[in-house]
């Protein structure tokens, strides 16, 4: 399992096409 950390408002590039964000953190519930 790969396990990355980032913080609200940070993101990270799988690929050109793929970004995934962090927009919300509640708890333990994490959006992205």
């Known amino acids: 399992m790969l ?3 980032r913080k609200l408002g940070e993101s990270i590039a799988i690929d050109d096409h793929i970004k995934i964000r962090v927009v919300q953190i ?6 992205l």
Do not use: D
């Not at 509640?26 to 959006?31: D, H, L, P």
């Open 3 to 5: 396990v990355l950390t």
């Open 26 to 31: 509640k708890g333990k519930q994490v959006r």
